[in-house]
């Protein structure tokens, strides 16, 4: 079959015929800037569209809710684009069209669609059009001066998990804005005991970033209804702040009230990490990368169907050179624009390995502090090669981390099931072990997926599957509500005192429970808030979290720097059958503590533990209390642990 250039392709009337005879490699690739560039005098229009006929430029003086409605208001001004180099449509308008709402009309063969850009920066209520803006006027009071929070390595992150309305919806909150961006620059909010809520929470808590669920605009919920709920799983325009969060969807509030929770999360130390989900669409016929260049941005299977690797219907083909530059692009924009300390990717081995470095590449040439992990599975079958996809041990060699579900099986047992982990007596100490040293190759049993510590995600649960306290609750339905704390507590103490870097889904140092529903993500508020009311029912283990994140952050042989690092001075200490006891020293890493012994036990018994050195011991960690004050000495060459507890001993 003759090879054809994409000018030819343009006078085809069959589209799905067009898509057949032309490779990716026919598609002219543009690297410059693409969307609207506004400035006061002028703004520019440039949108990739090669297979269009015509393209013009509608512009609206007000929102415009209902497409195809009557009584929809008429352009006042309607601009024919010109075609440009590779494949680029082009146009400039004079004059200041800040506040003006814009919608594309491009003529596809014999079929005019209308469609918003998906580089748009901004869209109206329920993103039916297009919003132009003055991003420097959106800027919160102080923003030249907003900074990220800094890390001198990724390890010294302990990042939180939460959905805007989760964190924020309950009545006993004392939050102002629920459900809003602005709830995170609510300063004083406490429950009805007076204890901290909101963002005062995290910062007693102590983490370091809050990971959001996605905060890009989504298409299932309704931006003015204020009870439609859903984790926001579903793209539609990438580069723009959800609606449903900000107190006005129609006008660029959205846009000042992100930068607004950003700059008040850094003011109190925090950073914020987007999660971001490049891997699929909402719609996929009708979505707008498929009205502008039909057949270019998605995988389809030999038989022309879309291919389905996120099981929910569609998934975007990241290999294809300008599907690459949209996603690189993307994180870009929101890295300079919003300040955004970091990037979690849905479903990452659906991302081939060039554009994960490419995003890699680019986000540190920005800021090396900027964290990058993802999730390095798929949802379903797809047509990226296996070799090409992002799963777990690719991330070798680059500063990208993964989810590591080896450790977290290893810890809690399947997620949503009847199966036990090594907290809830169902052994796992050698895969424990391989979570312990951050999957690197520590020995020839003790070795896992990762060439360096930075490279795995420590974690017990995120918003997918059962929380914590439901799965122990599945799993170990006989055991009280308290020796099941104390397998919750023993679990986040696992990952807290682990190599690599530790994640903790928001709420459980509540003990969050969602009434046993492993999959909430159109629950609603009723399962899925947070009960402020669990801090109080169950502050020390609030309190043992709390004090369990104090003892990392401020002991960095919690955090060493790299696996020689951890092979040198990291040693496993012999302990009793399904235990584990490890010894961090001599001052490893600039600790200021000689050594350091961690004891895990597990079982329903006490078990005795031989420690390594003679000498007097200080216990910082047992199973009532944790933090970095001495709660009493030990000088004994053993040590009694209670059941399904932990102990982290010192020597000045």
Known sequence: MTRIDYFQLIKLMDLELADEL????EYPYYDGELGIKYSREKSSFRIWAPLARSIKVLLF??????????????????????????????????????????????????????????????????????????????????????????????????IYE????????????????????????????????????????????????????????????????????????DPYFFNVPEGSYSTDPVDESRIREFKEMVMALHTNGIGL???VVYNHTYYTASSPFNKIVPNYYYRRDDYGNFSDGSGTGNEIASEKPMVRKFIVDSVRYWAEEYHIDGFRFDLMALHDCKTMVEVERVLHGLDPSILI????????????????????????????????????????????????????????????????VGGINYSEEIRDFTSEPWETINYVTSHDNLTLWDKLSRSNPEDSARTRNKM????????????????????????RSKAGNPNSYNAGDEINQFKWERKTIYYNTFAYIRGLIRLRKE???????????????LKFLPSPENTVAFYLGEYANNDPWRGIVVLFNPGRRKEV????????????????????ETLYYINSAYVELAPISMMVLYQE
Do not use: C
């Open 22 to 25: 032309a490779g990716e490699d």
């Open 609 to 628: 533990f031989s420690l390594p050195f003679p000498g007097q011991w200080q216990v910082v960690v047992d199973d009532n209390k944790a933090g970095t």
């Open 61 to 158: 003086e007000e929102d415009w809710q209902d497409l195809e409605g009557e009584g929809k208001p008429e352009p006042y001004l309607i601009k024919e684009m010109q075609r440009d180099i590779k494949g680029t449509w082009y146009t400039e308008i004079s004059g200041d069209l800040a506040g003006s709402y814009h919608i594309y009309q491009i003529q596809i063969g014999n079929k005019v669609n209308y469609v918003v850009d998906p580089y748009t920066r901004a869209v109206g209520t329920n993103s039916k059009l297009g919003l132009i803006v003055d991003l420097a006027r959106t800027n919160p009071p102080g923003w030249e001066k907003d900074q990220r929070v800094k890390l001198a390595q990724p390890q010294d992150a302990v």
């Open 488 to 511: 919750a507590r023993l679990a986040q103490g696992i990952i807290l005192t682990a190599q690599g870097i530790p994640f903790i889904y928001g709420g459980e140092e509540l003990l």
């Open 373 to 436: 992990y993802g999730e390095p599975w798929t949802g379903g079958l797809t047509q990226l090669d296996p070799w090409n996809q992002m799963v777990k041990g690719r991330q070798q060699g680059l500063r990208i981390a993964v989810f590591n579900d080896h450790f977290r099986n290893a810890i809690k047992g399947d997620n949503d099931g009847r199966g036990r982990g090594f907290v809830s007596g169902g052994g796992q100490a050698l895969n424990i072990k391989r979570g312990i």
């Open 162 to 233: 939460t959905h805007i309305r989760d964190f924020t919806s309950a009545a006993d909150s004392g939050i102002f804005y629920k459900n809003k961006y602005l709830a995170f620059t609510e300063i004083g909010t406490v429950n009805k005991s007076g204890l901290n809520t909101g963002i005062g929470h995290l910062q007693e808590l102590g983490i370091t970033h809050l990971h959001l669920l996605p905060v890009f605009d989504f298409a299932s919920v309704d931006d003015l209804a204020e009870n439609e709920y859903n984790w926001g799983y």
């Open 273 to 275: 990490i987007m999660d």
């Open 555 to 569: 002991h960095p042989a919690f955090r060493l720097k790299n696996a020689g690092e951890i092979r040198r001075f």
